[in-house]
C-alpha cells in the first residue's frame, strides 16, 4: 500500500474515531504519519545515545536486540542494524519461543505483556523534550501500521501511557527502575482508562 493510501486509512480511523468515541486531535504516530511529530516518534526513527558513546541506535533496534529465546539470544548484534533490518532479522524468527527480555544486564518477563516495550519507549521519548512536550494537547494517537494479529507492541499505546502517567504526576516514579515501573503499572490500571478501536488509544480519562 502506498503513503498516500495509508494516509487515506489514517484519515478515516481518525474520522471514525472522532465520530464513534469523541476523540479530537488524534495524531498517527509511525513513519507513514502525515505530521512531522508523528513520524519522528516512530519507533524506526527515535534513536538512543548511550553515554560515553558517539554511537545512536534506533528504537526499534534497541527492542529486537533485546529479546531472549529458548534457542538463542539476546543477539545484541542487532542494536547496530538499521531498524527495519532488525526487525528483519531471521534469527528472531528461527530462535524457538519468546521468553525474555534482556536489556541493561536486567531480565524482563513476558507479562505485564507490553511492559518492557512501554519502559522502553518512554525511557527514549524522555530524552527528547522537543517531541515529548507536545502530546499533551492531543486527544489520542493511533498507529496505522500495528496488527494485532501479528504483534502485542503499539507506539501509539506508549505515547497515550506516556501522557497518562506525565499527567498524574507518575513518570519520575516509574522511570526509576523495572521495580518501580511495573508497581507504577500495576497501580495505574491502564485497563479502566484505556479506548482502543483498531490502533487508536486514549488513556486520558480518568
Known amino acids: 500500500m502506498s503513503v498516500q493510501q495509508k494516509q487515506k486509512s489514517i484519515f478515516d480511523l481518525h474520522e471514525s474515531a472522532k465520530e464513534l468515541l469523541g476523540l479530537e486531535g488524534i495524531l498517527e504516530i509511525s513513519t507513514k504519519s502525515p505530521e512531522s511529530l508523528g513520524v519522528s516518534l516512530s519507533a524506526f526513527n527515535l ?14 533496534s534497541l527492542f529486537q536486540s533485546a529479546k531472549v529465546f529458548t534457542d538463542g539470544g539476546p543477539y545484541r ?4 542494524k538499521p531498524a527495519r533490518e532488525a526487525k528483519s532479522d531471521p534469527r528472531l524468527t528461527t530462535s524457538g519461543r519468546l521468553v525474555a527480555f ?7 518477563p513476558l507479562v505485564p505483556r507490553t511492559a518492557f516495550y512501554d ?3 518512554l525511557n527514549v521519548l524522555g530524552h527528547y523534550p522537543r517531541l ?9 494517537f493511533t498507529d496505522i501500521e500495528f496488527n494485532p494479529k501479528k504483534s502485542i507492541n503499539c507506539q501509539a499505546y506508549s505515547a497515550a501511557l506516556f501522557v497518562a502517567l506525565s499527567e498524574r504526576k507518575l513518570m519520575a516514579k516509574a522511570m526509576k527502575s523495572k ?8 497501580e495505574f490500571s491502564a ?3 484505556t479506548v482502543e478501536t483498531q490502533g ?3 488513556l486520558f480519562d480518568s
Not at 77 to 80: A, Q
Not at 132 to 140: I, K, R, V
Open 47 to 60: 534513536t538512543y545515545q548511550p553515554e560515553n558513546s558517539d554511537k545512536r541506535y534506533p528504537l526499534e
Open 77 to 80: 548484534d542487532i542494536l547496530s
Open 102 to 108: 534482556s536489556s541493561r544486564d536486567t531480565t524482563w
Open 119 to 121: 519502559w522502553l519507549y
Open 132 to 140: 515529548a512536550e507536545p502530546l499533551s494537547m492531543f486527544g489520542g
Open 179 to 186: 521495580a518501580a515501573f511495573l508497581e507504577t503499572l500495576n
Open 191 to 193: 485497563s479502566e482508562t
Open 200 to 202: 487508536s488509544y486514549s
